[in-house]
């Protein structure tokens, strides 16, 4: 037993003083939360989460998130000695040019990395989408004797994951789900850059979590290692409430002169205090990334006996895909991001002769059409579903009780939305969607960034995208949110200008791979567009295409997105009447345009035709690309009003008249 706990505190040390290492090579890093945090890494590692280095992907494996993304150094360390694909010179290389083991954890870009964390309180909340995934999964695919998916959620959090308000939304959330499965470890160690967290906060934070429903225990020192054990047994046999285990820890522990200060936070201990740290914990100070033989050993054999635990989960799942082959061949389907065949048929075509239709409306009508035939589509809106129009009818809600619900009540809670709906999308056999009002996505930046960094597939549905929604006034009607959601790398936007542009939408969402697909839809209802007057619908996969072609060589190019399309139609059949012709493209999706081969946007925009007027009831800018110096933009350059639509469409100059005005001017 002795020889047992020697080695146990000889690996333990090893962690503490390997990070230290790679962040003073680097410069750069945080070392003083992996030193004070590595008894909590080897207790989770060794005796709860189960993995498989050798396929960091496996379905059931847990799932595991450095939520205090800074201290990072102790997920790869403990990656590396696991046997994770992550090579001693890759710990070398921390945050390095094209290294593995960037500044915070990514996804992506080191095996073993559930999810991309750095921003305080995301990964606390993309936690509570994994664990909502799972629950689904759970009640979809386990039988008796067969729990498919029975995987827990574990977290390091820290004082600043504490403080981030969007930790307080998913907490409330995970705690009125009932989100059992969820096991959070608080580092408690009353430190952040600045110094003391007693400047900034003392509230009780386990008073604050057990008023959410969770479940709370504190262990006064992350060093006592069976406490840290009863603690998390504690956690699992509570399935009902998540969990929070609040931690005592010192950070850095182990440096004499910068334990416990905001020293050892952001900046590495300085090559005499790592000399210092070696002696302390009885290692040479004068050898860099130290591995004992019989630490490299030890944590070898941890990972080849927890790689085990899927050859035995792959019995299982073999077993029943004999017994229900045909739950077996949908998830493995969804899981490898296929759609089920036939679900195109779903699709819904609007005729013109149909009264006008917005097109959040389009979108419920499309969504209810193919969910059946995609139940592994799920998804709900921040308390405004009646709004968006993304309830799906004849499925459940999502709740502690029913966990097959398909329907998802985030509450007025958008931030941690956008991060649930990031643990959703990274786990494979889910669709997952959110929705509010394209205003509101201001609350949800930080999620759909960092969902384009890791180029996952969550779906954001957002109404209400203009003036057009009319009397709520300047707070609720978009202006800058379009160009300012499209300058983000790797997103999608998508505003379709019809009900059947709606349904094409999302097609190309669901079939998206890659990163965020972002919808915008309107309030107000629109004509449906002819399709056999002007180009069909299904051009809208190419971003911008010829919706109606002028008479002749065009004097001149309309375009525009979203509800303005059928403004553009009307004014291009008054140009035409007065002998000027006209070009009119639709326009929803510059991502996807700028995707399409030279000769294709030669045809669409001839280099020789630069007149060109675009029309959006949004910022102008960004549309300068398009209408080059020759052309014009009718864009919003202030607030709206609060008025009906109408009026401000005439007071902003969103007319046939005022667009015919513009375009003669061109010309």
Not at 198 to 210: G, P, T
Not at 441 to 451: D, Q, T, V
Not at 475 to 488: G, V, W
């Amino acid at each position: 037993m002795s020889l047992d706990k020697n080695i146990e505190t000889l690996a333990i040390d090893t962690v503490r003083i390997l990070s230290a290492d790679a962040v003073q090579k680097a410069n750069s890093g945080h070392p003083g939360t992996p030193m004070a945090l590595a008894p909590m890494g080897h207790v989770l590692w060794k005796e709860f989460i189960n993995f498989n280095p050798k396929n960091p992907d496996w379905a059931n494996r847990d799932r595991f998130i450095l939520s205090a993304g800074h201290a990072c150094m102790l997920q790869y360390s403990f990656l590396h000695l696991l046997g994770y694909d992550i090579s001693l010179d890759d710990i070398k290389n921390f945050r390095q040019m094209n290294s593995k083991t960037a500044g915070h954890p990514e996804y992506g870009l080191a095996p073993g990395i559930d999810v991309t964390t750095g921003p305080l309180g995301q990964g606390f909340a993309n936690g509570v989408g994994f664990a909502i995934a799972q629950k689904h999964l759970a009640a979809r695919y386990n039988k008796p004797n067969f729990p498919i998916f029975d995987y827990h959620i574990y977290a390091i959090c820290s004082d600043g994951d504490m403080m981030e308000g969007v930790t307080s939304e998913a907490a409330s959330l995970a705690g009125h789900l009932e989100l059992g499965n969820l096991i959070y470890l608080y580092d408690d160690n009353h430190i952040s850059i600045e110094g003391s967290t007693d400047i900034a906060f003392n509230e009780d934070v386990s008073k604050r979590f057990e008023a959410y429903g969770w479940h709370v225990q504190f262990v006064d020192d992350v060093n006592d290692i069976h406490a840290l054990q009863l603690a998390i047994i504690n956690a699992k046999a509570e399935t009902q409430k998540p969990s929070l285990i609040r931690v005592r820890s010192l950070i850095a522990y182990g440096s004499p002169n910068k334990s416990g200060t905001a020293g050892s936070h952001g900046a590495p201990l300085g090559e005499e205090e790592m000399k210092l740290v070696k002696e302390f914990f009885g290692f040479d100070p004068n050898k860099n990334f130290n591995i004992p033989p019989e630490v490299a050993k030890y944590y070898k054999q941890i990972g080849e006996e927890k790689g085990k635990k899927e050859d035995d989960w792959n019995e299982l799942f073999a077993e029943y895909k004999d017994k229900f082959p045909e739950l077996a061949a949908e998830y493995e389907q969804a899981a490898a991001g296929k759609l089920p065949k036939g679900w195109l048929d779903k699709l819904p075509t609007f005729e013109p002769s149909d009264k006008k239709m917005a097109t959040r409306q389009a979108s419920g009508k499309v969504l209810n059409a193919i969910a059946e035939c995609l139940p592994h589509l799920i998804g709900g809106a921040a308390d405004l579903a009646p709004s968006t129009e993304t309830n799906l009818k004849e499925f459940d809600s999502f709740t502690s009780e029913n966990r097959d619900g398909r329907n998802f009540h985030f509450g007025i809670r958008e931030h941690a939305m956008g991060s649930a709906l990031n643990g959703m999308a990274l786990t494979k056999g889910v669709i997952p969607f959110g929705a509010t009002f394209l205003i509101f996505s201001e609350y949800m930046r930080p999620p759909i960034r960092l969902a384009a960094i890791m180029k996952i597939r969550p779906i954001f549905v957002y109404t209400h995208d203009s003036i057009g929604l009319g009397e709520d006034g300047t707070t609720h009607q978009p202006i800058e949110q379009l160009i300012s959601l499209r300058s983000i790398p790797n997103i999608t936007l998508i505003r379709p200008a019809d009900a059947n542009e709606t349904a094409q939408a999302w097609r190309v969402a669901l079939e998206h791979q890659g990163g965020p697909v972002i919808l915008v839809f309107t309030r107000q209802g629109l004509p449906i567009m002819d399709q056999n007057k002007y180009s069909k619908a299904t051009g809208l996969e190419q971003g911008a295409y010829i919706l109606s072609e002028a008479s002749k060589t065009p004097d001149l190019i309309l375009i525009a997105t979203g509800s303005e399309v059928s403004l553009i139609l009307d004014a291009q059949a008054q140009l035409e009447k007065d002998g000027i012709s006209t070009r009119v493209v639709s326009m929803p999706s510059w991502e996807l345009f700028e995707k399409q081969d030279a000769a294709y946007k030669e045809k669409v925009f001839p280099k020789a035709n630069k007149k060109r007027l675009a029309v959006e009831m949004a910022s102008p800018l960004g549309w300068h690309k398009y209408v080059t110096d020759e052309g014009d933009i009718l864009g919003m350059t202030t607030f709206g009003e609060s008025a009906p639509a109408e009026d401000l469409y005439k007071h902003f100059g969103y007319t046939v008249d005022n667009v015919v005005k513009r375009a003669k001017a061109l010309l």
